[in-house]
């Protein structure tokens, strides 16, 4: 096999035909190289190589159309069927002198990540994914071009039927796609999944999405063996009637390449039966498809059975939240999941839910309710005005889903009041979003409309008042709360005196100290001394955050006598000692310290409970910061302000653990290369390399020829 091997692999660059195929695929990888990374930034070659992979289509069969159709019609096969070397070596080391071809300009995009590197934040283990399912994808079109090369002694023959083979893999997922999710009829369903046998491009883009699928690796193994072993049938069958054999070995054959079709079958099916845990992992920096922590407590936690429903064919879903629904039902007993064709079944929403929901959408049904999730919540978009278009930036499939279980299976749904009419603050929707990820409902509350606030009241919002309250809506809040009632309570930058607003912290012990923070410590704040990172102290609330950040610019202190029995104070955001607050603010950029500001260190944020005279507990979280739970806060530090203000949530609706998962985001840091470094990657890789290549097979090519 080795000299095979070797006497193919110097056939093809003694010849043109490599170093054209080497040099036709460093010029088309080069080139989409220079325009997605180096000029658009993308921080990833998967985009590269999923661009590029329709080029096998036409340089693949060039490449194999000769590999045994020629020696097929120069007679000299002869030597191969009566060689008395096992027909199993020969295909293999033909194959491998193919495979060596391709694993040049592959091992090419190998290197380019490590160039990529310096251009900022970089998804490692997306791009090697995606290079190795490349190519496979490619070794698996080499091997069908080899076979459909030894079934013809012409060259022109075998150079289309590869073509064909090759485009119809390429463009099966749509075929396949279009009869699974169109076709009403149980025969066209299976038709569509045994088209989907020979997509060859899906499993690739899988590879390329982040996911390191074991069943897409296994496929293109699989498939590549199952065709050289077919291969090796049709020359170990021309080999036996050369020997004056016949109907024997014809027999043989057939029933061998059964048996290897059969074999392959169950070996891909098998893996259908593995978890997905085991099976799939996830590369990508920001853990995108995993499951959270939180997630994985809250469904161990489960005890009642859940349906959900998937309005889609089996198989022809969204296939990143399909992983996600079957890692939850890898995860928990009491997850059943069931595809819903709406081409077979159009109605069965009715039975749940007036209003259709779209194609990919979940029904999740309990004993106690049920409830719809929206595919069109699964991710979320927002406007890129440089091209006035939605881009995706989040995906939401995790928390969307796992705020349903945990609505379908809790008793009560707890109502929050946010107090209106004092120019709060309004949240933003990521955090109202959270609020109903939590299954807490919401309302605006004006208080000039009520004698109290309701009794159904699980907690109130106080989100940075611009205006002070009137003694009457005062006296509302502080009878609710001594009642036991809750509150989150977000202090303000409003000029003036809020001596009413004051008179609530009052009801807890606290007191706002003059000025606005001003941190010293360098590892306490971010370029400007007012935009500080604080220490997050370790509780219950803050374990969501271990290991990370939370911004909070432009924050007052908060000061308290932790010394009364009746009142509990736990620090949850602090200072460091060297901080200080500076009473009077002329100029933002002006960080001195003057004589009348106030020495810390300071409390940003705390819990406090109060016992009430009827024997409950007034239970809150008061944050000296109106910035803090604000999207631009929470872009700072990603998803931490957020799951601050969920756990604050979670713990006043008093809620076991927190199921608000928050939004995964998409969006990746653009990388940034000098215009300098563009250009000159731009001259060697789209220009000097694939002249190179182009240079050596034609000077080796006519050398060959004056001999």
């Known amino acids: ?42 921080p990833t070659i998967a985009y590269v190589l999923q661009s590029i992979v329709f080029t096998f289509i036409v340089t693949i069969p060039i490449l194999t159309m000769r590999t045994l159709s020629e020696e097929r019609k120069n007679k000299t096969d002869q030597l191969i069927l009566t060689a008395p070397v096992p027909v199993g070596r020969i295909v293999l080391g033909k194959y491998l002198a193919l495979a060596t071809v391709l694993l040049l300009p592959t091992a090419f995009m190998g290197i380019l990540p490590i160039f990529l590197m310096q251009g900022g934040e970089f998804q490692m283990g997306i791009s090697y994914a995606s290079v190795l399912g490349f190519y496979l994808y490619g070794c698996l079109a080499l091997a069908i071009g080899l076979f459909l090369s030894s079934l013809t002694e012409s060259v022109v023959i075998a150079a289309v039927l590869s073509f064909g083979a090759l485009f119809v893999g390429y463009i099966m997922p749509g075929i396949s796609n279009l009869l699974t999710t169109t076709g009403t009829s149980a025969v066209t369903t299976a038709i569509g999944k045994v ?11 899988t590879l390329s999405s982040g996911y390191f699928e074991l069943e897409a690796v296994v496929y293109y193994l699989t498939a590549i063996g199952l065709a050289l072993f077919c291969t090796a049938q049709v020359i170990q069958k021309r080999r036996y009637n050369v020997s004056g054999g016949g109907f024997k070995l014809g027999a043989y054959s057939v029933s061998g390449i059964l048996l290897a079709i059969v074999l392959t079958v169950a070996v891909n099916l098998g893996l259908n039966y593995v978890p997905e ?52 039902a890898d995860q928990s007993g009491h997850i059943t999941l069931k595809y819903v064709s709406p081409a077979k079944n159009p109605n069965f929403y009715k039975s749940y839910t007036d209003a259709q929901p779209s194609s990919g959408s979940l029904i999740v049904e309990g004993e ?14 927002e406007m890129d005005y440089s091209t006035y278009s939605y881009q995706t930036t989040g995906y939401d499939g995790e928390g969307q889903t796992v705020s349903a279980l945990a609505y379908v299976t809790t008793e009560d749904m707890p109502v929050f009041y946010t107090i209106g009419g004092h120019g709060e603050l309004e949240l933003e929707e990521k955090f109202l979003n959270t609020i109903t990820k939590e299954n807490v409902a919401y ?9 109290e606030i309701p009794e159904d009241a699980q907690g109130v919002i106080l989100n940075a008042p611009t205006g002070d309250y009137t003694e009457e ?39 706002e100290v003059d000025g606005t923070i001003v941190e010293q410590d360098r590892n306490y704040y971010y370029q400007n001394p007012y935009y500080l990172f604080p220490e997050i102290a370790s509780t219950e609330v803050t374990a969501s955050l271990a290991d990370g950040l939370v911004f909070a610019p432009f924050s007052k202190g908060l000061s308290y006598d932790d010394t009364t029995d009746e009142i509990h104070y736990t620090p949850l955001l602090t200072t460091s000692n060297s901080a200080f607050s500076k009473t009077d603010i002329t100029d933002n950029s002006d960080f001195s310290k003057g004589a009348q500001d106030v020495d810390g260190p300071f409390t940003v944020s705390l819990e406090v409970e109060k016992s009430t005279e009827d024997g409950g507990d007034s239970h809150a979280f008061v944050v000296g910061g109106e910035s803090l739970f604000t999207s631009l806060a929470d872009d700072m530090a990603p998803g931490n302000n957020v799951k601050l203000f969920s756990s604050m949530i979670s713990v006043l609706a008093d809620h076991e653990s927190s199921v608000a998962i928050p939004v995964k985001s998409l969006s990746m840091p653009n990388l940034i290369f000098k ?33």
Not at 443 to 451: C, S
């Open 1 to 42: 096999m080795r000299a095979i091997y070797k006497r193919e692999l110097k056939s093809y660059f003694y010849s043109f035909t490599g170093w054209l195929f080497v040099a036709v695929n460093l010029f088309v990888m080069g080139l989409y190289f220079i325009v997605y990374n180096m000029l658009m930034g993308y």
């Open 195 to 205: 088209l989907s046998c020979f997509d060859m491009v899906s499993r690739f883009d």
């Open 277 to 328: 845990q085991y099976s799939s992992f996830d590369l990508t920096e920001n853990r995108l498809y995993e499951l959270t922590q939180e997630t994985k407590d809250f469904l161990a936690g489960m005890t009642e059975d859940i349906t959900i429903y998937v309005l889609a064919e089996e198989g022809a879903g969204d296939p990143d939240f399909s992983k996600t629904l079957e890692r939850m």
């Open 368 to 381: 106690r309710r049920s409830t719809v999730v929206d595919y069109g919540d699964i991710y979320t978009y």
């Open 443 to 451: 309302e605006t509350l004006m208080l000039h409309t009520v004698d």
């Open 473 to 511: 809506d005062t006296d509302k809040i502080i009878a609710y709360l001594q009642k036991g009632g809750n509150a989150l309570i977000v202090s303000t930058m409003a000029e003036g005196e809020m001596t009413n607003f004051k008179r609530i912290l009052d009801f807890y012990g606290i007191s």
């Open 675 to 707: 215009a300098q470094t563009a250009y000159i990657a731009a001259v060697l890789c789209v220009i000097v390399i694939p002249l190179a290549a182009l240079a050596a097979g034609l000077v080796i090519w006519l050398k060959r020829r004056r001999r």
